[in-house]
């Protein structure tokens, strides 16, 4: 609802009405003037027709004059006729600072004419001043609504478009792209269909289910690359593998092209699910993970390694469970005695005591190949299960 502006009752209407009129009697070249100045100082209104911009600019000066002449604020219909510019505004194109600049070009348009007008006629100093403060207490409640309307659609167009590059790559990565939205969308998001690209999935290392912030996102897909949300985790394409992140782990697949990325990226998420099974922090591909995918796919081959060389130390009581972990122990450290004997703080004979016990109690040679495969087979799947 419109109302009046402060201090505007002691002022005679007819003084503001009159130079009002003075100034719709005049409008065509007001209108051309600010049209001309608008185009001249914000290049984007350059590309609306002349006649379109000088018929926004009448209606916004009518609509200004109106409310002075009153002296009151905007009313509801106006305010809605703001808005309407602004979302307009915003499906041309124009930003919002545009849109704002435009505004106070006219309302500078207004007040510099009525200023002009106000000396010719003597007018008295609180007509000037009730004239003044209604027109940019008027301009501020426009330009507000303008602005909010604006930022709204543009919001809305912005969360179009993530949507639009979300579904791309999904669309990208599960192989349901055709190749003329390969081309025409890849183009569009700064892609290549030439190039290889490395896919990645990627998760907390900690299962936290939230979702990965914004800077993750970005520092995964790296310049030229894009990611997206898929369940809990990020996926996405990059230029080159992507630099590990603390706290974060990733399953990279092998450089493909943009039509046969679909293959790299399930491998992507089984290196994903491997990291994750075996406890990693990092980025890996399946090769990174040695034999751990297969350790992880095949249960029934791993339980029956650890039958074989891990339930026999069941019946050493402490004793087994302290050889399982002085295994566990020397694998990690790569089957060297005096590093792993520091490790377990024993004495290297100590460790080369107990390892010949395990060899006693099982049957295995530990400087047989095959025997070193399929217990460490055993040992990993054992942590699995742990």
Known sequence: MATTTPGSERVTPRVVGGLVSDIESEL???????????????????????????????????????ALRELRAPTDDEL???????????????????????????????????????????ADVASVLAFSETLWLWADAVMDVVATAHREVEL???????????????????????????????????????????????????????????????????????????????????LRPPTPIAGVVAGIGPPARLASLAGAFALACRALQTALAFGQEGVFSLSDLSIRPAVLVDEALGEAFAARYLDPLADLGRLGAELE???????DQGMRVEETARA??????????????????????????????????ALERRRLGA
């Open 325 to 331: 972990t002085t295994l566990r122990t020397w694998f």
């Open 156 to 238: 809305e167009h912005a969360r179009e478009d993530q949507q639009r590059r979300d579904a791309f790559v999904l669309a990208v990565v599960q192989g349901t792209a055709d190749a003329a939205d390969l081309r025409s969308e890849g183009s569009a998001y700064g892609l290549d269909t030439e190039r290889d690209y490395i896919p990645f999935r990627a998760r907390t290392a900690n299962g936290d289910p939230r979702p990965l912030p914004r800077r993750v996102a970005l520092g995964l897909a790296g310049d030229g690359g894009l990611v997206t949300a898929l369940d809990h985790d990020l996926v996405g394409i990059a």
């Open 28 to 66: 065509d070249a007001l209108v051309a003037g600010i049209a001309e100045r608008i185009r001249a100082e914000i290049p984007d209104f350059r590309r609306l027709p002349v006649e379109t911009l000088q018929g926004a600019i009448r209606g916004n000066v009518r609509r200004a004059l109106a």
């Open 80 to 122: 809605e006729g703001a808005a309407a510019i602004g979302r307009e505004r915003a499906e041309q194109g124009l930003t919002v600072d545009a849109v704002l600049h435009a505004y106070r070009v006219t309302v500078s348009a207004l007040w510099s004419r009525f200023g002009e007008l106000a000396r010719e006629r003597s």
């Open 344 to 377: 377990l703080h024993v004495h290297p004979n100590t460790l080369r005591h107990r390892l010949h016990r395990f060899e006693e109690s099982t049957g295995a040679s530990l400087r047989q190949p095959s025997d070193l495969i399929e217990l460490w087979w």
